[in-house]
T-cell receptor, first 116, second 110 residues
Framework: GAVVSQHPSWVICKSGTSVKIECRSL??????MFWYRQFPKQSLMLMAT?????????EQGVEKDKFLINHASLTLSTLTVTSAHPEDSSFYICSAPSMLISGELFFGEGSRLTVL | GENVEQHPSTLSVQEGDSAVIKCTYSDSASNYFPWYKQELGKRPQLIID?????GEKKDQRIAVTLNKTAKHFSLHITETQPEDSAVYFCAGTSYGKLTFGQGTILTVHP
C-alpha cells in the first residue's frame, strides 16, 4: 500500500515555542491531507484538511492562527503548532486519501508532542 | 456532519471467545465504514472495511456487518487471541472526511 511518513515521531518543547510536524506521501501524490489530534485514551479528532495550493479547511473549534497548515507540494503537508502550551500536548497524526479506493486513508506514524 | 457512536468503551474476553463492537452513524449519505486497530502509541491500522452496497464482509476471523436502514454496523472477531488486544475504532465517511467512533479497548485474556 501507499506510504505516508511523518516526522518527528516525538518532540518535547518548552511552553511558548513553535513546533513543526511534517507529513509526506512517499510513493504517491496527495492533493489533500487530513490532520488529526488524539488525546490520551480518546478518539481521533479531525483538526483540518490541507489542500495543495490553497488554504486549509479547519474544523469547528480549531484555531487557524495556532495550528498553521501548509501544503506546499503534492507530497508534503506541514502542521505548525505556534506558541505551544501544555494543553497542546497530544498525538498528532496526518493521513492522505487513497487515489484508488474511495474513502481509504493512509496514516502517518504520528507525532507525540509534549509541551513542558 | 457525521456523528459516530461506538459501544462498548471497554470489552474483556477470554481467549477463544468472540468479541462484538457496535457503531451507529447519523449521516445517511455515508457510504464507507472502516474499522481500525490501534496499538499504544502507534498509527491506526485498517483491519476491515465495508461499503454501503454490501451487507456483510468477512476476512478470516474478522467480519463486519452493515444495516443501512438502522444506520449501524458491527465488528465481529472470532476465536480471539491475546494479540487482538488493542483499541478498535469504527468510522464513517461524510463529504470525504472520516469521523471516528469513541473507541473500544479490547482485552483478550489468555
Amino acid at each position: 500500500g501507499a506510504v505516508v511518513s511523518q516526522h518527528p515521531s516525538w518532540v518535547i518543547c518548552k511552553s511558548g515555542t513553535s513546533v513543526k510536524i511534517e507529513c509526506r506521501s512517499l510513493d504517491f501524490q496527495a492533493t489533500t491531507m487530513f490532520w488529526y489530534r488524539q488525546f490520551p485514551k480518546q478518539s481521533l479528532m479531525l483538526m483540518a484538511t490541507s489542500n495543495e495550493g490553497s488554504k486549509a479547511t479547519y474544523e469547528q473549534g480549531v484555531e487557524k492562527d495556532k495550528f498553521l497548515i501548509n501544503h506546499a507540494s503534492l507530497t508534503l503537508s506541514t502542521l505548525t503548532v505556534t506558541s505551544a502550551h501544555p494543553e497542546d500536548s497530544s498525538f498528532y497524526i496526518c493521513s492522505a486519501p487513497s487515489m484508488l479506493i474511495s474513502g481509504e486513508l493512509f496514516f502517518g506514524e504520528g507525532s507525540r508532542l509534549t509541551v513542558l | 456532519g457525521e456523528n459516530v457512536e461506538q459501544h462498548p468503551s471497554t470489552l474483556s474476553v477470554q481467549e477463544g471467545d468472540s468479541a462484538v463492537i457496535k457503531c451507529t452513524y447519523s449521516d445517511s449519505a455515508s457510504n464507507y465504514f472502516p474499522w481500525y486497530k490501534q496499538e499504544l502509541g502507534k498509527r491506526p491500522q485498517l483491519i476491515i472495511d465495508i461499503r454501503s452496497n454490501v451487507g456483510e464482509k468477512k476476512d478470516q476471523r474478522i467480519a463486519v456487518t452493515l444495516n443501512k436502514t438502522a444506520k449501524h454496523f458491527s465488528l465481529h472477531i472470532t476465536e480471539t487471541q491475546p494479540e487482538d488486544s488493542a483499541v478498535y475504532f469504527c468510522a464513517g465517511t461524510s463529504y470525504g472526511k472520516l469521523t471516528f467512533g469513541q473507541g473500544t479497548i479490547l482485552t483478550v485474556h489468555p
